[in-house]
C-alpha cells in the first residue's frame, strides 16, 4: 500500500522559508514523478513542482526561483524547500503520486 505522509508546514513571516517534506512507503520515489499541490479553502487544487524518476525537475511559474524540489533516495523522501515566501504561497500542500495523495500540511505565510 502506498503512502505519502507530509510534514514541516507553520506559520512563516513573509519573506521566511519551510522545508516541506514528503516521507513514502510502499513505493520508491526514485522510480516515479512524485508532484507538490497546493490547496486554499474554496479553491481547486493547483500544481507546484514535480521532481521525475530521471530528477527532472519543474515548478509553476509563481514559484520558480523561490521553491526547490528534491530528494532524498536513502529517506525515501522528497522536500518542497520553500524560500522568500509570499502570504499568497498559504496553503495547504500535498504530495502526490498518481491517485495517491497525502492527509497535506498547512503553511501560512503571515506577518
Known amino acids: 500500500q502506498v503512502q505519502l505522509v507530509e510534514s514541516g508546514g507553520g506559520l512563516v513571516q513573509p519573506g521566511g522559508s519551510l522545508r516541506l517534506s514528503c516521507a513514502a512507503s510502499g513505493i520508491s520515489v526514485s522510480l516515479w514523478a512524485i508532484n507538490w499541490f497546493r490547496q486554499t479553502p474554496g479553491n481547486q487544487r493547483e500544481w507546484v513542482a514535480i521532481i521525475t524518476s530521471g530528477g527532472n525537475t519543474n515548478y509553476r511559474e509563481s514559484v520558480k526561483g523561490r521553491f526547490t524540489i528534491s530528494r532524498d533516495n536513502a529517506k525515501n523522501t522528497v522536500y518542497l524547500q520553500m524560500n522568500s515566501l509570499k502570504p499568497e504561497d498559504t496553503a495547504t500542500y500535498y504530495c502526490?503520486?498518481?491517485?495517491?495523495w497525502g492527509q497535506g500540511t498547512l503553511v501560512t505565510v503571515s506577518s
Open positions: 502526490n503520486r498518481g491517485g495517491t
